[in-house]
Nanobody, 116 residues
Framework: QVQLVETGGGLVQAGGSLRLSCAAS????????WGWFRQVPGKERELVAR???????NYADFVKGRFTISRESAKNMVWLQMTSLKPEDTAVYYC??????????WGQGTQVTVSS
């Protein structure tokens, strides 16, 4: 099992920045991919960014150039730096990891609200 706890959400004005953090614990040696997803009511959860063991990252088109995903194995942390935030970025953001098995784990989510 892997446990994930997100922090860093909140209310920010359009054009502002936030950094989300995800702390991982448990069977960390089995993880090979870390990601951030987001979800708004009535819509499916969507991938925002993902990073793998080689620190190769990929992003959804709607955040390219604005968001950056990073991780540090020694601290068991993954971050999502969000800049130039837009009202349409308002959502609950979830930390996600994929482990060998395969197994998938989710955090509880953190609310990000961008005001216009």
């Amino acid at each position: 099992q892997v446990q994930l706890v997100e922090t860093g959400g909140g209310l920010v004005q359009a054009g502002g920045s936030l950094r989300l953090s995800c702390a991982a614990s448990g069977r960390l040696f089995t993880i090979y991919s870390w990601g951030w997803f987001r979800q708004v009511p009535g819509k499916e959860r969507e991938l925002v960014a993902r990073i793998n063991l080689s620190n190769s990252a990929n992003y959804a088109d709607f955040v390219k150039g604005r968001f950056t995903i990073s991780r540090e194995s020694a601290k068991n942390m993954v971050w999502l730096q969000m800049t130039s935030l837009k009202p349409e970025d308002t959502a609950v953001y979830y930390c996600n990891v994929v482990a060998y098995g395969p197994e998938e784990f989710w955090g509880q989510g953190t609310q990000v609200t961008v005001s216009s």
